[in-house]
């Protein structure tokens, strides 16, 4: 799904080094055989955006795509047309669909789809007893490891319906990269671990009657639970866990199916960063995280990379010349004459540079002139014209601000590609907005696909044909 | 001044930095502050270039002044043992809970078990006080979860005092949130001026507000300096380009003329500059919610060469002239 580009370098729009391999989002998701695609990512990086973007551009290439979303922000789930996203996933309007797909789109609540387990899985009576149980009602509201839990039960709910042909789930914003991959199993080991089976040995054998056929180990155990839960949460945890190991058994099962459709051939996990320190470090660590757990990874998306359409004139350069267009100048004001300013450059080529400046300079004070020229700028400040020099001064300065940034970008990117060469990057151009519609997502798409696009359209596998693909 | 500062915002905004620089400005004129990490991150052993740090309180910066900043990475399993022992000397029953997987179990399933703990040890250091009976710290900052799951995190105790009704874990639960719905907290909120956590604070706070938590500050962290004001982007859209092409070429950036050096840049740094403008009124815009609010608003600059120890001891100096500690 992704190989050397030797083309890619010459978009003078966008000029960054080549990473040394390039992700074809496009083949991937036109690929049939890819049936679920996985954005993790730390806090903060667009991984949802990225995840919606992903879906409409799937969507718009024929595919019949479902995006689990986990916390949207509102102008998310309003940019597909969504006001309020919910646990059903929901068909997005507008979308493009002269290629057959469609798109869909659910937030998941995890307190509904823990709610959809036990009625799904319980009796009646059974599961009314188990949904009014407060430990119940506390768990499923959402305590450490249930929202990865349920993300990864709704994502195996999702794809064993076949309804879709595309899942892509964007990951809880957990503390940490690991939780995501850790909690369901983690859920499920408690839930069918020694403890649990010590706990609801009494409820199952009768409550309070069972309790002498228990070990003094065994309810020195529960003892000491009990005086500090409180004997009444204590019972609360073994009859739920007796309702819930008797409806329907075995988490542990679920847990390792939802793990082992995660290290399928046709899921593939996204890898998403912005190209800063802390998120680049995160990616690095899941990505030695996913290599280690048998997880295809796809390759990593790299979000607000910053380009420059004047990448040629160099920060230090552009700022020596922001400081000579502000040296202050003797301007002859009453006479509306400008002077040419004394600077030392042997610049010829057009008449006086300033003839068609609406005002004299207002330098900022701020600048250090002499007493003199201080006063006279004063005077000018008050002018509100402002001189093209200045305003032409603070397009270097913001330009010198954009190369030093971009710089840093590199520095940055480079530093994990060196880790990881072998992880493939796409590199998605900084919006300087927020996304609020779809035509937004499907820029972002654009910018996804981008480095695909750069490509002869000959050199494009087929769809499905792709050698990586049946890997 | 509340002595327990709670410093939370969305993912990436920087609230561990904001929180470390908190408590080094709270620790000026010989002031003894606590931080404190409660998710396991290590995030304050990098910021201040120390290795990671245990669960024990450990000085790891001196402030201006002789002040003291004190550091605890809280691990609720160990918090869990530390409590067992303190209320019922358990010993090596502890550990045989531990091997059990009952600790791992209280902590990560027990519902809020886990948060009672670490909100806990947070309010004990915050009550603390030493043989002459002076506070032990004068503040405790604690490195929060993140907005979306601040209020829960701390109102957590509550849900746990409703749910175990009696027992030593319902009492602890109740001491805690005395202290959390007091004057003696404050939550902080950090965020950027961008339009996702400028939501997430919005919702935080409302949350907040309906859990009576005591909301304190907003922070806005990372603000990037003024290059072209309100006047210069006004120019910007009505500026002849060959005047511009003139001007960089009178700097000595090359040719004028159509085709000329100077004249090639003069589009890309409009563009760059109309750039500027669409985030410049964001950022606006984004204030002005933030200003609704009516909170005490912070401002704090981005380090554009990424956060390290001189920038914390900036951003700490920077809290103290805008009057944060």
Known sequence: MSRPDPAHTHDPARHHLPPARVLDIDPLLE?????????????????????????????????????????????????????????????????????????????????????????????????????????????????????????????GQLRARDEWDLIIVDTPPSRSALDFLDAPKRLGSFLDGRLIRLLTAPAKLGGRAGMKFLNVGMSMMTGTL???????????????????????????????????????????????????????????????????????????????????????????????????????????????????????????????????????????????????????????????????????????????????????????????????PEVAVTEVGALPGDVHDLAGLRDIGDRLAANERELPETELPEAGTRPEASA | MSRLQVVSGKGGTGKTTVAAALALALATEGKRTLLVEVEGRQGIAQLFETEALPYEERKIAVAPGGGEVYALAIDPELALLDYLQMFYKLGSAGRALKKLGAIDFATTIAPGL????????????????????????????????????????????????????????????????????????????????????????????????????????????????????????????????????RSLSSAGLGGARRGGRAERLVDPLLTQAEEYAERYTLEHDQRAVLTELGLPLHELPLFAEGMDLAGLYELARELREQGVS
Request: with cysteine.
């Open chain 1, 226 to 420: 009990g005086k500090l839960l409180g004997g009444q949460l204590l019972k609360d945890v073994q009859t739920f866990v007796s309702a819930m190991d008797t409806t329907f058994g075995g988490f542990r099962t679920r847990a390792d199916a939802t793990y082992k459709l995660l290290q399928a051939p046709g899921t593939a996990f996204l890898v998403v960063a912005a190209p800063e320190r802390d998120a680049l470090r995160e990616a690095a660590y899941f990505v030695e995280r996913l290599a280690a757990e048998d997880m295809p990874l796809a390759g990593l998306v790299l979000n607000r990379v910053h380009g420059s359409g004047a990448d040629r004139l160099s920060a230090e350069r552009a700022l020596a010349a922001a400081e000579n267009l502000e040296e202050p100048r003797i301007v002859d004001q009453e006479g509306g004459k400008a002077v040419l300013r004394n600077s030392p450059d042997t610049y010829n080529s057009s008449g006086s540079p300033t003839s068609e400046t609406p005002a004299p300079a207002a330098a900022p004070a701020s600048d250090g002139g002499s007493p003199a020229e201080d006063a006279e700028n004063t005077e000018s400040a008050e002018n509100t014209e402002r001189s093209v020099d200045q305003l032409t001064a603070g397009l270097l300065r913001l330009h010198a601000e954009r190369m030093q940034l971009l710089s840093r970008e590199q520095r940055t990117r480079d530093r994990f590609t060196a880790l990881h």
């Open chain 2, 114 to 245: 886990r948060d009672v703990l670490l909100t806990g040890k947070a309010c004990e250091a915050v009550r603390r006080k030493d043989r002459s009976g002076r506070f032990a710290y004068d503040y405790v900052v604690m490195d929060a979860p993140p907005t979306g799951r601040i209020t829960r995190f701390l109102n957590v105790n509550d849900e746990v005092a409703g749910l175990a009704k009696i027992g030593p874990i319902h009492n602890q639960a109740q001491a805690v949130m005395r202290v959390l719905k007091s004057p003696e907290t404050a939550v902080h909120l950090v965020t950027l001026l961008e339009e996702m956590p400028v939501q997430e604070t919005v919702d935080g706070i409302a949350e907040l507000r309906s859990a009576r938590l005591p909301v304190g500050r907003i922070i806005v962290n990372m603000v990037r300096p003024e290059v072209l004001d309100a006047a210069d982007l006004e120019l910007v859209r009505t500026v002849p380009r060959s005047t511009v092409a």
């Open chain 1, 31 to 155: 690929d049939p055989k890819t049936r679920i695609v996985v954005c993790c990512g730390s806090g903060g990086v667009g991984k949802t955006t990225t995840a919606a973007a992903l879906g409409l551009r799937a969507a718009e290439r024929g595919r019949k795509v479902v995006v689990l979303t986990i916390d949207p922000a509102r102008r998310l789930a309003q940019s597909m047309g969504i006001d309020s996203l919910d646990n059903t996933p929901r068909r997005v309007k507008g979308i493009d669909d002269s290629a057959g797909g469609e798109l869909h789109a659910m937030m998941l609540d995890m307190k509904r789809t823990f709610d959809e387990i036990v009625e799904a899985h319980a009796d009646p009576e059974r599961a009314a007893a188990i949904l009014g149980n407060p430990f119940y009602q506390s768990l499923s509201a959402g305590f450490a490891g249930t929202q990865e839990y349920m993300a990864m039960e709704k994502l």
